[in-house]
């Protein structure tokens, strides 16, 4: 429950940036590298890929859930608006979630609130920009969103529920792969 709360929470924070239209200030624009920009150095998406043409909790094979040690069906979620699936496994050692927003920046949304989130990596998955957030340094929860196109982002987050026994992040990142590896090109 603790989980699905910290969801709602980060999908809250995000909409709440959308609707704000808060922009950064000159003196928080990272250099990249070309000239900085208001919105940070994520790059734009390449290779778009169709994030509403499967189901949220078909997102991933039954192989790949078992590598990724989870045994339990899917259970499908909405966290404002926003339609996902969490996994766990029988022995309640893990959580995945995965969310899909449609229609927001996510991202950039996302690199506005920086200076309010513990842990925040720009990073690419599968090819994909994305961004990789913690709440808590030592948390045992991880995010990381991903553009699979234009306003079309995939927010996956794991938690250990063995803290200290698992990096949330590496998890995480391997779900998120999966999920981007899976879905089919954008067309038009």
């Keep these: 429950m603790r989980a699905v709360l910290a969801v709602l929470a980060s999908v809250a924070v995000l909409a709440g940036c959308s609707a704000s239209g808060e922009q950064p200030n000159d003196a928080d624009a990272v250099p990249g590298p070309s000239a900085p920009t208001p919105d940070g150095p994520i790059p734009p998406v390449r290779n778009p890929k169709d994030l509403t043409a499967i189901a949220p909790c078909l997102l991933l094979t039954p192989a790949q859930l078992e590598a990724n040690q989870i045994d339990q069906p899917g259970e499908p979620k909405n966290a404002l608006g926003n339609t996902g699936c969490e996994w766990s496994d029988k022995a309640h050692t893990r959580e995945f979630a995965v969310f899909v927003d449609i229609g927001n920046d996510v991202l950039r949304n996302v690199y506005r609130q920086r200076n309010a989130i513990p842990v925040l990596e720009i990073t690419q998955v599968g090819g ?9 340094v030592d948390g045992a929860s991880c995010y990381y969103r991903v553009a ?5 982002t995939l927010i996956v987050r794991f938690t250990s529920l063995r803290p200290g026994h698992e990096d949330p992040c590496g998890a995480a990142r391997e779900f998120a792969e999966a ?3 899976n879905l089919p090109p954008l067309k038009g």
């Design 128 to 136: 994909q920009p994305a961004i990789r957030t913690k709440d808590d």
């Design 148 to 152: 699979a196109a234009n306003a079309q």
């Design 179 to 181: 999920v981007i590896d």
